[in-house]
């Protein structure tokens, strides 16, 4: 009895350390681009790969402090060979970066997107 009880703690333990290293790790990008919208040079992450069927993670930051508030309109386009409308993204402000905003865009249908962003302020 004493081995099955040592068992099951050690089985709960190995869980707890998978479900932590998996939360970990979609803490850290997929993938880093840097980009320029107009007069605003930003960073781009990903933390997953754009599949038909799921919503694509992703957050942009300002590389450069901002006096004033920047606001952001995000839309995945489809590129030439995907039969599908452009999507509109969910944004929210990102605690972590200032003017920041974490995203989301539910694409419908695997293929090449575009992450179109268009930034308003001063």
């Given at each position: 009895?004493?081995?099955?009880?040592?068992?099951?703690?050690?089985?709960?333990l190995?869980?707890?350390?998978?479900?932590?290293?998996?939360?970990?790790?979609?803490?850290?990008?997929?993938?880093?681009?840097?980009?320029?919208?107009?007069?605003?040079?930003?960073?781009i992450?990903?933390?997953?790969?754009?599949?038909?069927?799921?919503a694509l993670?992703?957050?942009?930051?300002?590389?450069?402090?901002?006096?004033?508030?920047?606001?952001?309109?995000?839309?995945?386009?489809?590129?030439?060979?995907?039969?599908?409308?452009?999507?509109?993204?969910?944004?929210?402000?990102?605690?972590?970066?200032?003017?920041?905003?974490?995203?989301?865009?539910?694409?419908?249908?695997?293929?090449?997107?575009?992450?179109?962003?268009?930034?308003?302020?001063?």
């Open positions: 009895m004493r081995s099955f009880h040592f068992w099951i703690i050690c089985g709960t190995l869980g707890v350390v998978l479900v932590g290293r998996a939360s970990a790790h979609e803490e850290q990008p997929l993938r880093t681009i840097d980009v320029r919208s107009g007069q605003y040079p930003l960073t992450n990903y933390y997953n790969a754009p599949r038909g069927g799921e993670v992703f957050s942009i930051a300002p590389q450069e402090t901002a006096a004033d508030a920047i606001s952001y309109q995000v839309t995945a386009v489809p590129g030439a060979t995907v039969d599908a409308v452009p999507v509109r993204a969910t944004l929210e402000p990102d605690p972590d970066r200032p003017s920041g905003v974490s995203g989301r865009v539910d694409l419908p249908v695997t293929g090449q997107w575009l992450l179109s962003v268009q930034v308003n302020g001063p």
